[in-house]
């Protein structure tokens, strides 16, 4: 696929933070390329560094870590939204995160000096960046709470109201892993 193509989801997802002017467009194009990836590929493994960002245009992907042997699943993203691992990405240093493809997902893939080149040219993409951070920090912040301070029942609600999208695709237990709960327990809340 042309990257001119590709990328329209992309710059129609920064549009709605930040007006996007011909030139800015023309660099995203020339800054980003389109991967398309089977199911189950991984996009980043731990002891390394995250040097990319990517935008989804479709499909499904988990982040998750390895604690004692077992898969604790972190985050899911999907079409219309941002994956990276956040702390290897922005600190430059190796984590422990995996990020693995639930589906066969097209993404826009860019790195992390292009972007930085890009916010340094472009003010206004330094601005659209510090509101994206923003909102997926208020995102977090909301999921966390909810882990602290809801039951299974709230827990399995809120993730329901807030990714709508993802739900019917997620494989149960990975699901469960992400809410905090057993697989029993998430099936005893869906059966309620």
């Not at 390394?48 to 982040?63: A, D, E, P, Q, V």
Request: glycine share 2%; proline share 4%; net charge neutral.
């Amino acid at each position: 696929m042309p990257p001119a193509y590709s990328i329209e989801n992309l710059i129609a997802h920064i549009s709605d933070f930040i007006s996007v002017s011909r030139t800015l467009k023309d660099r995203l194009e020339n800054i980003s390329t389109i991967h398309v990836l089977p199911k189950n590929h991984f996009l980043h493994k731990p002891n390394k560094i995250c040097s990319h960002t990517y935008f989804i245009n479709s499909g499904l992907i988990r982040t998750y870590y390895l604690k004692d042997a077992k898969e604790i699943t972190d985050n899911f993203s999907a079409e219309n939204e941002w994956i990276t691992s956040i702390y290897s990405f922005l600190q430059n240093v190796p984590d422990c995160f995996h990020i693995q493809t639930l589906e066969e997902t097209e993404l826009v893939k860019i790195s992390l000096s292009d972007l930085e080149k890009c916010f340094e040219d472009f003010p206004e993409m330094e601005r659209f960046g510090r509101m994206l951070i923003s909102k997926y920090f208020l995102e977090q912040s909301e999921r966390i709470i909810s882990l602290q301070f809801n039951s299974a029942k709230e827990r399995y609600q809120f993730f329901e109201r807030s990714s709508k999208n993802k739900l019917s695709r997620v494989p149960l237990g990975m699901l469960a892993s992400h809410l905090g709960m057993t697989p029993e327990t998430l099936s005893r809340v869906r059966a309620s």
